[in-house]
């Protein structure tokens, strides 16, 4: 059974940078061929990828947060993390990291289908 867990603060400052955590169980980040991903919800809205890490290592990023986004791994933790730059309340939204088979492929907005998530947690930015 794969299991995805986000950590992190659940309140961060404008201007400051937001960085979570993805700890898998069930499977290792380094194992073909997969991507590892972070998504997000903001209030009101559908949900947001924002890049991925694959299992080699290479990443890929949302054009419109690439600026500010750097998504990098801890393979002796089986750990991916993320850092967003210079938060403003409009980032304010339910992250989640996510499992995608190459298989299923990499669009412009992210993989085409994900095979686990992990529950969610609150990022509230304030002003």
């Known amino acids: 059974q794969v299991q995805l867990q986000e950590s992190g603060p659940g309140l961060v400052k404008s201007s400051q940078t937001l960085s979570l955590t993805c700890t898998v169980s069930g499977a290792s980040i380094t194992a073909a061929y997969y991507y590892w991903s972070w998504i997000r919800r903001p209030p009101g809205k559908g949900l947001e990828w924002m890049g991925a890490i694959d299992y080699s290592g290479s990443t890929y990023y949302d054009p419109s947060l690439k600026s500010r986004t750097v998504i990098s791994r801890d393979t002796s933790k089986n750990q991916f993390t993320l850092q967003l730059n210079s938060v403003t309340p409009e980032d304010t939204a339910v992250y989640y990291c996510?499992?995608?088979?190459?298989?299923?492929?990499?669009?412009?907005?992210?993989?085409?289908?994900?095979?686990?998530w992990g529950q969610g947690t609150q990022v509230t930015v304030s002003s």
């Open positions: 996510a499992r995608s088979p190459f298989k299923n492929g990499l669009g412009p907005e992210g993989p085409y289908d994900y095979d686990y």
